[in-house]
């Protein structure tokens, strides 16, 4: 096992993360639900397939990471910078990701129902096959690339709540 490995496919949830430099590191495949990442930085990290469920990243810098195929139902995600981050076919019901930055993320085959998006930079985002029942797009960013992956079910809602770029 690589150094970098140590927290992979591990139980994380009582772990006390305060001093722990996460840049660049495997997570995936770990437990991290209801963990307190909040104002870290953990660009390039790798999360992929990981519960991290009620958890809370808010403000925290997560640029290049990998959440692809992550549980992150009802976590906290506002104010977190997200740029080109992999959120492939990621379970982001009933999450808050207000005023954070989804600037080039891959939010396809995402379920973001009753997500809060409000206030988020959409712009360049990739929303293919995403599911967006009943979410809040109050004061979203977006613009013609972001609007062209939206499917044709929910570009109304994104176009009334929403602000072209």
Known sequence: MKPDDVFRKRNLTKVNFEYEDLIG?????????????????IHDADLSCCDLSNANLSHTILFYVKLRGSDLRHINLSNAKLWDAELYGAMLQ????????????DLRNTDLSNANLGGVNLR??????????????????YDSQTFETVSKKYQSLLEQQGNLW
């Open 124 to 141: 360049h985002a990739n929303f293919d096959g995403a599911l967006l029942d009943s979410v809040n797009f109050q004061g979203a960013n």
């Open 94 to 105: 009933d999450a808050d990701l207000q005023s954070s930055d989804l600037f080039y993320s």
């Open 25 to 41: 590191r495997d997570l995936s495949d770990s437990n991290l639900s209801g963990v307190d990442l909040s104002n870290r930085d």
